[in-house]
């Protein structure tokens, strides 16, 4: 079946504007994550979705981040007014429930912030 | 999330089983070790995970300590295809609802 997909692949955008990054997680996967990685760095834990709700989103840089997520499906991401350290692969990750369970990512989108 | 801790890098020849160690000396009972893989330019890959006893699927096998504290995950046959950074981590499941704390990994590289 299908995995999890992001789109868009690459995104340029030039400092100050807003971007949205979107998920669409495996069908019937109640569970969502995001993480970004840096260039060189490791992954950095974001926020995660159980259904369409989002118990815990202190991972969130800035409160320039927001995530939400409709239908218990697909999630999209906002970064407004968009920085350079913004820079980053952000990768979405999705799981048949929140705890122990495989965790599917999906390929992620290049922000790239001029 | 325990600590874990993994050597910056490992090389192996192909069709040669690669091992990778990985310590967690701080462990928690209710903590399980998962090991995921990130190929250049893609999305994490889940491999395997285990509590106490080796697992082994077709992709790998773990083997975990008696006491936990470390474990090695083992690619019997390494091809060039293994080549990508391997993350061990290790998480609590339902208590920390599932998020990954992923370190710097190791660097594997298969060469010919």
């Known amino acids: 079946g299908a995995g999890v997909s992001q789109s868009p692949s690459n995104k340029v955008t030039e400092k100050g504007k807003d971007v949205e990054l979107r998920c669409d997680p495996i069908?019937?996967?109640?569970?969502l994550y995001w993480y970004r990685q840096s260039l060189g760095q490791g992954l950095e834990f974001l926020i995660y979705?159980?259904?369409?709700?989002?118990?815990?989103k202190s991972g969130l840089p800035s409160d320039r981040f927001s995530a939400e997520r409709t239908g218990g499906s697909v999630s999209t991401l906002t970064i407004q007014r968009t920085q350079q350290e913004d820079s980053a692969v952000y990768l979405c990750?999705?799981?048949?429930?929140?705890?122990?369970?495989?965790?599917?990512f999906g390929p992620g989108t290049r922000l790239l912030v001029l | 999330d325990a600590k874990t801790t993994q050597p910056p890098s490992m090389d192996c020849a192909e069709g040669r089983a690669a091992n990778l160690p990985c310590n967690h000396s701080?462990?928690?009972?209710?903590?399980?070790v998962y090991w995921y893989r990130q190929i250049h330019s893609q999305g994490p890959q889940y491999i395997i995970h285990?509590?106490?006893n080796n697992e082994t699927n077709e992709m790998a096998s773990l083997i975990i300590t008696e006491d936990r504290k470390s474990s090695t995950l083992i690619l019997p046959h390494a091809t060039l295809r293994d080549t990508a950074v391997y993350y061990c981590?290790?998480?609590?499941?339902?208590?920390?609802?599932?998020?990954?704390?992923f370190g710097q990994g190791t660097i594997l590289t298969v060469h010919p």
């Open positions: 981590i290790a998480s609590a499941g339902g208590t920390s609802y599932g998020k990954l704390t």
């Open positions: 990750a999705s799981s048949l429930w929140t705890g122990g369970e495989t965790q599917y």
């Open positions: 979705f159980q259904g369409n709700s989002a118990p815990d």
């Open positions: 069908s019937g996967h109640t569970a």
């Open positions: 701080t462990i928690s009972g209710n903590e399980y």
């Open positions: 285990g509590l106490k």
